[in-house]
Each structure stands twice: as C-alpha cells, then as structure tokens.
C-alpha cells in the first residue's frame, strides 16, 4: 500500500480484514518490522481513539511515534500564490518536505471547516500533504472521510456477523452541533464494498454526497429501515445540501432499545448519551461502541504493516 487517505487504497479488503483480525491475535508477530522507522502523526483537531490506538498500532509494529498538535506550531498556509502577511507563518510546500525528512510515514487528522462545501471536499490539507510530503500519507480523518474508522467497522462487522450477508443500517441521529460528514461517508463507501445489504435512514435533507452513495437505498422512516436489522450503525452529520447546516434537531431520531430491537448498535465514539442514543442501549450487550474502538488499533496496524512492507520492497 503506497498511502492510506482513502478506502479505495485498500487492493483487496476482504484478505486485509482477515489479515486484521490475524494481527488482533498476535498483535507483536511483525514487531521488527517497524524498526528504525518513525510515524509523525499530525493533529489539527482533538482525538481520543484516533490518535492512541494509531500510536499503539504503530509500536506494536515496533515504529517510534512523534506526534504533533498543529496548533502549538506554526499556522500554515495552504492556499498558492498568497501574499503571507496575515495569521500563516509557514507554506505547506516547505513545512511537508521538512516534515518528511523525520518521518517514514505522516499521519495527518484535518476536519472540515463546514463553511466552503468545494473547499472541504477538495480534500486541501490531506491532498497537500500527499501532494509536498515525499512519504505515504495516512488519513486519520480528513474533511470528507475517516477511512480507518470505516476499516475498523468492517472488521467489526465481520466479527459479528451471523449471516453471510448481514442488513446494516447507517441512520442519522440529533446532535446539538454541526458535525462532519467523514464518518458516514467512509461507512457507505465501506458498506459497499462489503457483502451486506445496506440501508440509509435520515430526516429529509440530510441526504449525503449522491458521488459517494450512489444507488444504496435510502428509507426516510427510521423505524421501518431498521426493522430486522442486524447492524444499526448510527452517526450525526450536518446537512451536505445546506452545507454545514443543522436543519432541525429531530429528538425523535434518538436511537431507543425500542427501535433497535436484537441489532447490534455501532457507533465510532465519542456519543453524546441521550441525545445520540439512549443509555439502555449503551448499557446493553447488543453495544459494540468499544469492539470497534478495540478494533481501531488493528485496522491502524494492518494499514501501517501493508505501507511498512511497500517502503521495504
Ligand atoms: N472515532 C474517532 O475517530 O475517535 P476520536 O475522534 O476520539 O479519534
């Protein structure tokens, strides 16, 4: 694997789920291969599962890790061509290159601004990064997409799994702030790659990017898409039309025991209880919310190992 920014990186998903599940086994089975090699990893924005299990995945792999919160360096400038005498002190096209000099492979976690809908989805940091930095580049969640949060909800799906071909369903929930639309859009793209028969629920205008759901059916009734399920996968996101907008707050879209039934509950974290989802839910042995944190380490791991033996070859 050349970088990691995107699910599509991925040459064939099935063998390297199975691959993650394998290394969840043996966590140290290729702990030399990582030697004498470091992972930066890059924060603009805060993480909790994001930013430890991609620093334990890298050490299981016997890597050094430096990471860095981009707000306590430099402010820096994207755009090309600008006049540099506002709030940025350094141009990515130096900053990746020096970067790259310390690292092996860089780690970059960029949200959106939820402002400038062809300026997000442009992908501008992740693409400079990979475009200035002369080393592969994984995506930790960038402004459209968290593909290995949506790796390690494969893996946990297919742990789970009690049919060859499992009903999941990925619905909308209330949330008091705008959020992103990464997480659900590298769950669909993920959904589709998988042999699973799969559903979208939301209110009316928070359909996603149609580029990116393509034919997958859409059920603007909760209750009813979620009828039989055996995956509810449930996330949050602004409105992709209004972009960035939060167009009603919907209570009644809380995820409730009622509504879920025997479906097992996903959801990537961190949840607002009560508002997302109601805590006998949670609470409730149905919840894989930390099997999928777990899983986070070995999807970084299988991603870090399969970039680690590209560099070597
Ligand atoms: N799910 C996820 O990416 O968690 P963090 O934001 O805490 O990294």
Same mark, same amino acid.
């Given at each position: 694997?050349?970088?990691?920014?995107?699910?599509?990186?991925?040459?064939?998903?099935?063998?390297?789920?199975?691959?993650?599940?394998?290394?969840?086994?043996?966590?140290?089975?290729?702990?030399?291969?990582?030697?004498?090699?470091?992972?930066?990893?890059?924060?603009?924005?805060?993480?909790?599962?994001?930013?430890?299990?991609?620093?334990?995945?890298?050490?299981?792999?016997?890597?050094?890790?430096?990471?860095?919160?981009?707000?306590?360096?430099? !402010?820096?400038?994207?755009?090309?061509?600008?006049?540099? #005498?506002?709030?940025?002190? &350094?141009?990515? @096209?130096? /900053?990746?290159? =020096?970067?790259?000099?310390?690292?092996?492979?860089?780690?970059?976690?960029?949200?959106?601004?939820?402002?400038?809908?062809?300026?997000?989805?442009?992908?501008?940091?992740?693409?400079?990064?990979?475009?200035?930095?002369?080393?592969?580049?994984?995506?930790?969640?960038?402004?459209?997409?968290?593909?290995?949060?949506?790796?390690?909800?494969?893996?946990?799906?297919?742990?789970?799994?009690?049919?060859?071909?499992?009903?999941?369903?990925?619905?909308?929930?209330?949330?008091?702030?705008?959020?992103?639309?990464?997480?659900?859009?590298?769950?669909?793209?993920?959904?589709?790659?998988?042999?699973?028969?799969?559903?979208?629920?939301?209110?009316?205008?928070?359909?996603? !990017?149609?580029?990116?759901?393509?034919?997958?059916?859409? #059920?603007?009734?909760?209750? &009813?898409?979620? @009828?039989? /399920?055996?995956? =509810?996968?449930?996330?949050?996101?602004?409105?992709?039309?209004?972009?960035?907008?939060?167009?009603?707050?919907?209570?009644?879209?809380?995820?409730?025991?009622?509504?879920?039934?025997?479906?097992?509950?996903?959801?990537?974290?961190?949840?607002?209880?009560?508002?997302?989802?109601?805590?006998?839910?949670?609470?409730?042995?149905?919840?894989?919310?930390?099997?999928?944190?777990?899983?986070?380490?070995?999807?970084?791991?299988?991603?870090?190992?399969?970039?680690?033996?590209?560099?070597?070859?």
């Amino acid at each position: 694997m050349k970088k990691y920014t995107d699910i599509h990186d991925i040459k064939n998903l099935s063998q390297t789920i199975t691959e993650a599940i394998a290394l969840k086994a043996s966590p140290f089975k290729h702990k030399t291969l990582g030697t004498n090699k470091t992972l930066v990893m890059l924060f603009f924005n805060a993480s909790l599962r994001t930013r430890l299990s991609t620093e334990k995945a890298a050490k299981n792999l016997g890597m050094d890790v430096i990471c860095l919160q981009i707000s306590n360096s430099w !402010n820096l400038e994207f755009e090309d061509g600008t006049i540099m #005498n506002l709030s940025t002190s &350094e141009h990515i @096209k130096e /900053a990746a290159k =020096v970067i790259a000099q310390y690292a092996d492979i860089i780690a970059v976690r960029a949200f959106p601004t939820l402002k400038d809908r062809e300026k997000d989805y442009a992908e501008i940091i992740m693409n400079s990064f990979t475009k200035y930095a002369n080393v592969p580049v994984v995506n930790l969640e960038s402004s459209t997409a968290h593909p290995l949060q949506a790796l390690a909800d494969a893996i946990t799906i297919n742990e789970f799994a009690a049919t060859k071909k499992p009903k999941v369903v990925l619905s909308w929930a209330p949330h008091p702030k705008a959020l992103p639309q990464s997480v659900a859009n590298s769950f669909v793209t993920m959904m589709q790659e998988l042999p699973v028969d799969f559903t979208i629920t939301h209110p009316k205008g928070y359909e996603l !990017n149609t580029d990116i759901t393509g034919d997958v059916h859409i #059920n603007y009734n909760q209750e &009813e898409a979620c @009828k039989d /399920a055996d995956f =509810v996968y449930v996330k949050n996101w602004s409105s992709y039309t209004n972009y960035g907008e939060i167009l009603h707050q919907d209570a009644d879209w809380m995820i409730t025991q009622d509504k879920l039934n025997t479906a097992k509950f996903m959801h990537c974290l961190p949840v607002r209880r009560n508002v997302v989802v109601e805590d006998a839910v949670l609470d409730s042995e149905n919840s894989l919310v930390i099997d999928q944190a777990n899983n986070r380490t070995f999807a970084a791991q299988i991603v870090l190992k399969q970039i680690l033996e590209q560099i070597d070859s």
